[in-house]
């Protein structure tokens, strides 16, 4: 069953960087839409920056020219490098893996990402 996993996670002050990684098992890494998705407490979540299988990249305004998204097909890995992060960051980050054709969507569990001094 496919599969992903989130870390990199964790505590981090304003201005601060963190790398997240996903690792994907059981599932054609490479045929697949990936998202990064956060969700803030009392918040909905919401859809940060995607990139597609042919490599195509969006960004949310909250995030452009501060977060980049990458994949590693090879490795089956997405990444979020966040660079100067503010509090207002500090959500439950989620791995989002879409594969319209099929109409297969899969989640992760997800990992907190807390942006205080």
């Known amino acids: 069953q496919e599969q992903l996993v989130e870390s990199g996670g964790g505590l981090v002050q304003p201005g601060g960087s963190l790398r997240l990684s996903c690792a994907a098992s059981?599932?054609?890494?490479?045929?697949?839409?990936m998202s990064w998705y956060r969700q803030a407490p009392g918040n909905q979540r919401e859809l940060i920056a995607t990139i597609t299988s042919g490599g195509r990249i969006s960004y949310a305004d909250s995030v452009e020219g501060r977060f980049t998204i990458s994949r590693d097909n090879a490795k089956s890995t997405l990444y979020l490098q966040m660079n100067s992060l503010e509090p207002e960051d500090t959500a439950v980050y989620y791995c989002?893996?879409?594969?319209?054709?099929?109409?297969?969507?899969?989640w992760g569990l997800g990992t907190l990402v807390t942006v205080s001094s």
């Open positions: 989002y893996a879409d594969d319209i054709k099929r109409n297969v969507e899969v």
């Open positions: 059981a599932m054609f890494f490479a045929i697949y839409d």
